[in-house]
C-alpha cells in the first residue's frame, strides 16, 4: 500500500488477557517505530527497529511489552497480561532513515481499550 | 537530559495569524520537526528544521534557533480546518528517537 497501515483499528479486551498489533510500513522504509499516546498526552516512544540492527527497546514501560520485526518489513508488538493502563492509542510510523529530512510517516494507529 | 515544552491549548480566529511556540534542550540535536495531528487521526508531518532560520511553506511556516534551543510555527490566513494539535518533535543525541512534546491544541473559531 501507499502507506503505513495498523490493525486492528480497534481492540478492546479484558484485563489479563494478551493482545497483538501488527503493523505494515511503506515499502522500502528501514526504520520502524512504535508510540503510544494516551488520552490528551504527546507521543511516547515504545521501541525502534533499523535494518538488521538491535532494536533500541529504552521506551518500553515493562517487561509485559515486547515487539518483533520479521524479514524487515512487518512489525508486531505485543502485551502480555494486559493492564487498564495500557489503554491507549498505539501508532506505528516508518521512515526511509537515509537522507534529510528523514521524517516518520504514521500509520492510523490502534486503539486499545483494557477493561 | 531532553526536554521540550509547548504550550497545551491555544485559540485564533479564522483568517488570523497564530504562532505555536517550542523550547527545548537536548545535549546532541539532529533536526527539529512540527507535526499536524488532527482528533482521531495520525500525526503528519508539516515542516523540519536542522539550520537557523526561516523555513516557509504555504500558509505554514516554522522558525528556529538552535542556540535559543526555540522554534515556532506560524500559521497564515488560518482555516477553520486547521483546528488539530500541533507537535514539535526533535532528534535527541545519535538516536534516530524523535522526542515529541505533549502537542499544542489549536482551536480556530469563526
Known amino acids: 500500500g501507499a502507506g503505513v497501515s495498523q490493525s486492528p483499528s480497534n481492540k478492546v479486551t479484558e484485563k489479563g488477557k494478551d493482545v497483538e498489533l501488527r503493523c505494515d510500513p511503506i515499502?522500502?522504509?528501514?526504520?520502524l517505530y512504535w508510540y503510544r499516546q494516551s488520552l490528551g498526552q504527546g507521543l511516547e516512544f515504545l521501541i525502534y527497529f533499523q535494518g538488521n540492527s538491535a532494536p533500541d527497546k529504552s521506551g518500553l514501560p515493562s517487561d509485559r511489552f515486547s515487539a518483533e520485526r520479521t524479514g524487515g518489513s512487518v512489525s508486531t508488538l505485543t502485551i502480555q497480561r494486559t493492564q487498564q493502563e495500557d489503554s491507549a492509542v498505539y501508532l506505528c510510523?516508518?521512515?526511509?532513515?537515509?537522507?534529510?529530512?528523514?521524517?516518520?510517516?504514521f500509520g492510523p494507529g490502534t486503539r486499545l481499550t483494557v477493561t | 537530559g531532553q526536554n521540550i515544552d509547548q504550550p497545551t491549548e491555544m485559540t485564533a480566529t479564522e483568517g488570523a495569524i497564530v504562532q505555536i511556540n517550542c523550547t527545548y534542550q537536548t545535549s546532541g540535536f539532529n533536526g527539529l520537526f512540527w507535526y499536524q495531528q488532527h482528533a482521531g487521526e495520525a500525526p503528519t508531518f508539516l515542516s523540519y528544521n536542522v539550520l537557523d532560520g526561516l523555513e516557509e511553506k504555504g500558509r505554514f511556516s516554522s522558525f528556529l534557533s538552535r542556540s535559543k534551543g526555540y522554534s515556532y510555527l506560524l500559521l497564515k490566513e488560518l482555516q477553520m480546518k486547521d483546528s488539530a494539535s500541533y507537535l514539535c518533535?526533535?532528534?535527541?543525541?545519535?538516536?534516530?528517537?524523535?522526542?515529541f512534546g505533549t502537542g499544542t491544541l489549536l482551536a480556530v473559531q469563526p
Open positions: 510510523a516508518s521512515s526511509l532513515v537515509s537522507g534529510s529530512p528523514n521524517e516518520q510517516y
Open positions: 515499502s522500502g522504509h528501514t526504520a
Open positions: 518533535a526533535f532528534y535527541g543525541g545519535a538516536t534516530n528517537k524523535l522526542i
